[in-house]
Structure formats: C-alpha cells, structure tokens
Nanobody
C-alpha cells in the first residue's frame, strides 16, 4: 500500500516559481514510477511530468519542458516538481500518482493505482 501526500502549492504571480513535493509512505518511492498531473476546473486531468523508477529518467509534457523539473529526494522518500516561469493558465490542482499498471500508458491518469489528494496552484496575471 502506498500513500502519497502533495504539498507546496500556493498563489504565485505569473513568471514566478513553486516547488511541489510528493511524499510517499510505504515502500521506497525510488522503486516505482511517479507522475504529476494537473486538473483545472471543468477540465480533464492531464499529464505534466514523470520520473522512472530505475534509471530515474524524466519525461515532460511539451507545454512544461524547459520550465519544470522533476526529481527525487530519496532521503525524504519524495518526488519534487520544480515549476518556473509559471503562467496563469497553469492554475490547477496538481496531483501526484504512483505505480502505473503494467503495460499502461504512463501519461494517462487512469493508468495509475495510487493518488495523492492534490495541492492547489494559482497563478495570477
């Protein structure tokens, strides 16, 4: 059983930065893929970034490449999402997810078995 807790959301002006954390309890988070998704009001949950369990390879949605960085903090059993140059249309609830089902697409939310409760990010213009 894995429990995920997100933190670090808040209100920031356009162009600003936030650092989100996804803390995992249970097995070491380095043992499984963890992804970040976001969901704006009235919209679908969409992929933001993910980090692999073995090589730690990082993958990003095109819209956040070169601005967001996903990394592991193994000492805290957490995955960090550093978000820079934030834009107003990135206002959303950000969720982390873990342990995709075998063979499932790693960029789809319904592929993941475990979710955190989400953290709100609001970017003002």
């Amino acid at each position: 059983q894995v429990q995920l807790v997100e933190s670090g959301g808040g209100l920031v002006r356009a162009g600003g930065s936030l650092r989100l954390s996804c803390a995992a309890s249970g097995p070491p988070s380095s043992m499984f893929t963890i992804a970040w998704f976001r969901q704006a009001p009235g919209r679908e949950r969409v992929f933001v970034a993910r980090i692999g369990y073995s090589s730690g390879s990082a993958y990003y949605a095109d819209s956040v490449k070169d601005r967001f960085t996903i990394s592991r903090d193994n000492a805290k059993n957490a995955v960090i999402l550093q978000m820079n140059s934030l834009k107003p249309d990135e206002t959303a609830t950000y969720y982390c997810a873990a342990i995709p089902r075998p063979g499932a697409s790693l960029d789809l939310p319904n592929s993941y078995n475990y979710w955190g409760q989400g953290t709100q990010v609001t970017v003002s213009s």
